[in-house]
């Protein structure tokens, strides 16, 4: 209660506020129809309509992720729209990556506990129903093996990441200097 009064009264961050998100129970049918904005579908959550901030969503199940929600202001400049599309883009390549790398990890962990357990002539589960697990430094060769076998994959990942924040950045530098411009403008009307 205190904290919805604190983010109502303005106190957090005007432009992006991290809130308690609730869950929708709605299910089926397309997201205008559910009073939804459009990139909200599928996500289990949604803002209010009046709203006007960007929304931070749960964990991501695959990623573990937070995906966010981006406010589209009504009057929303080109280079504006350009920026929140390369800020949706880097979200969705961010998104997919991890998704993909989260998979691979738990099959090939879930196959290496496997073959070192048939190795040790052991079974998944021991006798009483538990799941069997390896000890740490069996486990720290499944980790070294596998971050030394994806190297290359997080290299480029590493990379695209730091075009795409470059390219963000740019852009936020650009939309910040056309409203900075805007304001002196108005500013100036006002005193004449």
């Not at 069996?138 to 070294?144: I, V």
Request: proline fraction near 4%; aromatic fraction near 10%; hydrophobic fraction near 35%.
């Amino acid at each position: 209660m205190a904290a919805a009064r604190v983010l109502r009264d303005g106190a957090c961050c005007r432009r992006r506020r991290l809130l308690l998100l609730s869950f929708s129970s709605s299910s089926g049918g397309c997201a205008a129809e559910r009073g939804e904005r459009p990139d909200s579908a599928g996500l289990g959550f949604r803002p209010p309509a009046h709203s006007h901030s960007d929304w931070i969503g749960p964990p991501d199940k695959h990623s573990n992720l937070r995906p966010i929600i981006f406010y589209v202001p009504p009057e929303e400049s080109a280079l504006e729209r350009r920026l929140r599309e390369a800020r949706q883009e880097a979200q969705a390549s961010n998104q997919r990556f991890w998704a993909r790398h989260n998979r691979a990890f738990r099959q090939e962990k879930e196959e290496f506990i496997y073959s070192r357990l048939k190795a040790k002539g052991l079974e998944m589960k021991d006798e009483s129903g538990q799941k069997a697990t390896l000890n740490a430094e069996e486990m720290a060769d499944f980790y070294k093996d596998f971050l030394s076998k994806n190297f290359k994959k997080h290299l480029q990942y590493n990379r695209d990441w730091y075009k795409r924040n470059f390219r963000i950045t740019f852009l936020m530098g650009q939309v910040a200097l056309v409203r900075a411009l805007r304001w002196l403008r108005w500013r100036k009307k006002l005193e004449q």
